[in-house]
């Protein structure tokens, strides 16, 4: 969570009411708030000045940089992150694999280190999901003659374009700087 958004919280006010305090645009406390924006030192001191605190807690942590060239290049890490976890149509835990590769090899940036454990969660609780169904799916219909059961194979290709589906969803979201997964429980 971003400096500002803690501390316009804690002072339980909404963007529309700092914007209206400070003078400064909804927009402009939305891309500070996202990490797309440092802010000017003029809207610094003006959103401090109007949050009755120091310029300076506001000002981002040296070892958490979330400017916006960090952001940038930790998007696209992230979008890699996302299509890595295609590879479920190839074989299974591909989509845990390669994403877990990637956020580990990058996890020092911010942006992959949030959203990314966005995305292996969504993934974890996919895969979860898909051997729970092929478990009891197995126990069901048996082992067959030494192959496994039709039922098996056809809840792993439901599970596929579910998987392409939100993955497909994600992008497009991370895209337009969208939340992504909000509705997914946080594993990591």
């Keep these: 969570m971003s ?11 909404t963007q529309e009411e700092l914007s209206e305090v400070s003078g400064v645009s909804i927009r402009t406390i939305q891309r500070i708030e996202k990490g797309l924006s440092a ?28 400017s916006e060239s960090t952001y940038k290049s930790g998007i696209g ?4 992150m996302n299509l890595s976890s295609l590879m479920l149509a190839v074989f299974p835990l591909g989509n845990i694999i390669f994403p877990s590769i990637i956020f580990f090899l ?20 996919l895969t979860m999901f898909l051997f729970l169904t092929l478990i009891v799916t197995g ?3 048996g082992r067959g003659f030494g192959i496994i059961p039709a039922p098996v194979v056809y809840t ?25 997964l909000e509705y997914v429980p946080r594993l990591l």
């Design 106 to 125: 990058n996890r020092k940036n911010s942006t992959v280190n949030k959203l990314g454990r966005k995305i292996l969660s969504f993934q974890i609780l």
């Design 156 to 180: 792993y290709w439901i599970v596929v374009p579910v998987n392409i589906l939100f993955t497909t969803l994600t992008a497009i979201n991370l895209g337009k700087e969208n939340e992504i």
């Design 77 to 80: 890490k992230v979008m890699l």
């Design 139 to 141: 126990m069901v219909f």
């Design 39 to 66: 802010g000017s030192p003029h809207t610094i001191k003006t959103l401090a000045k109007a949050l009755e605190i120091q310029n300076i807690d506001l000002l981002p942590d040296p070892d958490n940089d979330t």
């Design 3 to 13: 400096k500002l958004r803690e501390i316009r919280k804690q002072q339980s006010l």
